[in-house]
Every structure is written in C-alpha cells, then in structure tokens.
C-alpha cells in the first residue's frame, strides 16, 4: 500500500512553532493524538483533545521525564510490519496499538551549548527517546511517516501519507538525528574532553544551496555551510543583491574574508582576491583611498575579481568599486547609499557578513585526499616575534612593511613572496615551483603596475619583502635586492641562513626571522 490513513499520531516537540495547527488539523481528519509532556500540555491549552503517553504505556513519565516513550507499547507500534502475521499476532496479543505518524523535533542541546550553560544542564539537553522514536519510525518507514522538520507540516495535515513522502521523510530523519549525535559528539571531544583530534572526527554540515556547477562545468556541486554557536564566515553572511553565487565564488570570497578579517582591529583595508589569491591589498585613512591603492597593485587582475573590506561600505567607495567589473564585494555592513549604487549593477554579489570572523580562532580545516581527509589546526599565527639578523636595523617604516607584508604572505599559496610599502602591497608572487620565480614574478607584476600607472619606479623601491617559508639560497633574496627591497621577512631555518644572511649584509638590507612558517596549498 502506498498511501496509508492517519489513524494515531504521536507529537512530542521541543520547539512548538506551528504544532497546534498541525494537531488541529490531524484532529479534524479524524486523527486520534498522543503527546508526552509540554506539547500535550500546549495541545490541551488550544482545545484539543490529547491522550498521554502514560496512558498508552499504563506507566507514569518518571525520573524528571528521561522516561516516558521508551516502552514496548510505543516502539511496537512504531515498528510493527503491518502485513506481516506474527507481527500483528504480538500486537494484538500485548495489546498494541499501531502509531502511523510521528512528529519529533529533539531537544535543543545546540542552543543549550550556545548560550554557555553549565555541563549538568548541557547534557539533561541530550534527548534520548526522541531519536529513539525517530530512529524506530524511519526503520519502519513503509507503513509510518516521522515527520522532524516543520516545513513538512502541511504535507501529513490532510490525514494520510504517500510512500514517496515516508521515503523522504526517513532520510531526514536519519539526516537529523545524525547531526544530532554529530553535535553531542563534537562537544564531547572537544569541549568536554579537550580532544584536538579524536578518534572519530563527525562533521556536521547542512546544505545551503545547490550550485549550478563546481570548478568547472562539467563538474556537480552544493555549499553545505558549517552549524554551532560559533560558525561565522561566507556560509552565515547575507546576500543582499546579485545572481547566484558559484563555486569559485564562495572559495574566493573565503579567501578574501579570511585576509580581510586580519585586519578587523586596523585602518581601513580593502582586499582584492582573483582565483583564491591575493593581488592587490591595502590599508588607507578611508576605505575609497585603501581600494584604490589596492587596485593599482595589480589593475589586470582586479577585473572580475572578489573585494572584501574590513569596514562598512560607503558611497565613495561604492563608486569606484563600479568603476569595473567585480563578481563579488564582501564587507560587514553597507549604508544605503552604497546599496543605492550597487543596486544598478544587477549581478554584483554584495555579502554582509556582520562582525568580521577573529582571525586567531580556534577550529580544524579538512581537506579530501583519495581515500581519506587531511586535518589541520588553522593557521592562527599572525604577530611573531621578530629577530634581527643582519647588522642593519630595520627602521620603524621597515618594520611596519615588514609585518604588513608577513601578513598577506600568509594567505598567498606557496611559495610565496609578497613585497610592501606603505601599507599597500607592491607585488605578489603566488604558488611558483621554487622562491626565485616567485619572487621575480612579484617584482615584475610592481614594475608593469607602476608603468600603467604612470608612477616613476615601482613600489618594490624602498619596499619591504616577505617571503612565507625561508630562501633556501641567496637567489631568492639577490632578486629582492634587484627589485630594490630594503628590508626582508623570512622564517629562517634553512641550512643555508648563514649564506642569505650574508647577502643580505653585503646589499645592506635589514632582515628579521620570525621563526614561523606559512606555507598555504
């Protein structure tokens, strides 16, 4: 049979929105109701005629309510297989009735989690008979519907099920109930027992949208963004105008906010990210004078590229911003000017993402590789200390390039080089086979952008260096030195530092070990 009546439904919910109409409605079509605790209590008090639990069971909810639905007569009349003899035999024979629909939604132990409750509190937040009810009624899913999303209300309203919709209806229960025990297990290992890397690692994820493509288009995909109290980035921020988001969209918009937020507590700073890497940033006294600094990093690249800002944006900045073609603008908040001007440009993606993430955060990032994941910490290392290798000093400007510069290396894929001045960068070097060739390839990309410009020298004159792993030789620092670099960041740690220190010497730059490195793949 593949449209089955409603003839008995068990709801027990922990969040009620929507549920008397429901029960109303079931009632109406000749439903006979059974409920357990406050949603038995919220039935009653709109008027609806409800049976207890207890009353099924003959045993009394107990021990402050941890036991009431695990009992033979609940989950007999959830799992019977109704053409089946024997089972319909022990039904009648242990008096059980069928239950031909279930409506459970669990007990909020991720809200519970999220507003700082003691751990006594925490775990009388994990539900236990509610899965269970949930997981007996999905097994049995040819003859019971388990309905554990609301938005599924109005599909068993009218009084009978379909077998597709059971289908489905199990496969969200599973889904559920699976996060559920996701979540109880991450606060477990992590917050419970500090745990860095357990055993079983379970992930939590719900889809967000369904792309319409992955990398390329012959490619399928979907964003499933991250649940918990403290997920913040691209997967909560709000779209407020443009077309669809793609795959690479939301990769480099990441990108560009996770650059960006480094700069939370700075001057105004504008990104601008292409293909996941940075090609232009810049810090200024607003943020109209940070983007165009970081626009003339590199103009050929900014066209149809992803721009994040660490401040509201404003018309000013709005306006250049139009000047050309950009997918994406990223920032925590927008006036309404801006959203004047941007809402000419009917497929620019404007995201506002609220308070922008702490670049220090705690957290794991996991990478598929064939046949299994790679999982790191994040790379929350930003200000190291610093030593001073060479016999010049850097000066308080070098410094401040110094540590700019290390920042935005930071985000680069390796191997990278990145030359600053200013608080601007001059010249990005991204993801070359060895330092030498990224580091050339900086130099000339500040020496075309000068030359577009129309500027006498390049930025790199007077510039600051950083390199995120250390020059294995002295090539990698001789062509900095030819860029006209004047004080270099690295690691250090290379077999060969007494080598690239020397050189260093002999070209008179200043140069400091942090002792940190950054490789990014």
């Not at 990108?255 to 990104?271: G, I, N, Q």
Request: aromatic share 6%; glycine share 10%; proline share 4%.
């Amino acid at each position: 049979m593949t449209t089955i009546p409603i003839r008995r439904a068990l709801l027990s919910v922990s969040d009620k929105t929507g549920i008397v109409d429901l029960a109303r409605s079931l009632a109406e079509a000749g439903v006979e109701l059974v409920s357990t605790g406050g949603t038995a209590k919220a039935l009653r008090e709109a008027g609806l005629s409800v049976r207890d639990i207890s009353d099924l069971t003959g045993f009394p909810e107990m021990m402050d309510g941890r036991v009431k639905t695990l009992h033979p007569v609940v989950h007999g009349g959830l799992l019977a297989v109704r053409d089946d003899a024997a089972h319909v035999a022990s039904m009648e024979e242990h008096g059980i009735g069928a239950i031909d629909l279930v409506v459970v939604n669990l007990y909020p132990f991720e809200a519970t989690v999220a507003k700082g409750a003691e751990r006594d509190e925490i775990i009388e937040n994990i539900d236990i008979g509610g899965p269970s009810m949930v997981r007996s009624a999905a097994k049995n899913h040819a003859f019971v519907a388990i309905v554990t999303d609301p938005a599924d209300y109005a599909v068993v309203a009218q009084g009978s099920t379909t077998l597709a919709d059971r289908r489905r209806f199990a496969a969200k229960a599973y889904a559920a109930t699976a996060a559920y025990d996701g979540m109880i297990a991450q606060w477990f290992a992590f917050a419970d027992q500090g745990e860095r890397f357990p055993e079983t690692l379970p992930l939590t994820l719900k889809r967000g949208q369904a792309l319409r493509y992955g990398e390329n288009p012959h490619q399928s995909a979907a964003f499933y963004t991250a649940s918990g109290p403290h997920a913040r980035g691209i997967g909560q921020a709000r779209q407020v105008q443009g077309k669809e988001l793609s795959y690479n969209n939301l990769n480099d918009a990441d990108a560009a906010l996770d650059l960006v937020s480094e700069f939370r507590e700075a001057a105004p700073t504008c990104v601008i990210v292409k293909h996941a890497n940075p090609c232009g940033v810049a810090t200024g006294a607003t943020l109209e004078e940070a983007y165009a600094a970081a626009f003339a990093c590199d103009t050929v690249s900014a066209f149809g590229g992803i721009i994040a800002l660490n401040r509201a944006l404003d018309g000013a900045t709005a306006r250049a911003i139009s000047g050309i073609f950009t997918e994406v603008v990223v920032a925590p908040d927008a006036d309404e000017e801006a959203l004047a001007i941007f809402a000419a440009k009917k497929n620019l993606r404007l995201l506002l993402t609220g308070d922008l993430p702490n670049p220090a955060r705690a957290g794991l990032l996991a990478k598929a590789i064939t046949g299994g994941w790679l999982v790191q910490t994040r790379d929350g290392a930003s200000n190291p200390e610093l030593q001073v290798v060479t016999k010049r000093q850097p000066t308080a400007e070098e410094l401040a390039d110094c540590r700019f510069a290390w920042t935005i290396a930071k985000h680069v894929k390796s191997n990278a080089i990145v030359y600053a001045k200013g608080g601007s960068t001059a010249g990005i070097g991204a993801g070359q086979m060895n330092r030498l060739e990224s580091a050339r390839i900086a130099a000339w990309k500040a020496k075309d952008a000068a030359e577009k410009a129309g500027w006498a020298t390049p930025r790199t004159i007077g510039s600051a260096v950083a390199s995120d792993a250390f020059f294995p030789f002295a090539d990698g620092l001789l062509a900095a030195v030819e860029a006209g670099a004047t004080a270099v960041i690295q690691p250090g740690g290379s077999i060969r530092d007494d080598e690239v220190i020397a050189a260093a010497d002999a070209a008179g730059l200043a140069m400091v070990f942090t002792g940190v490195r950054h490789f990014r793949h």
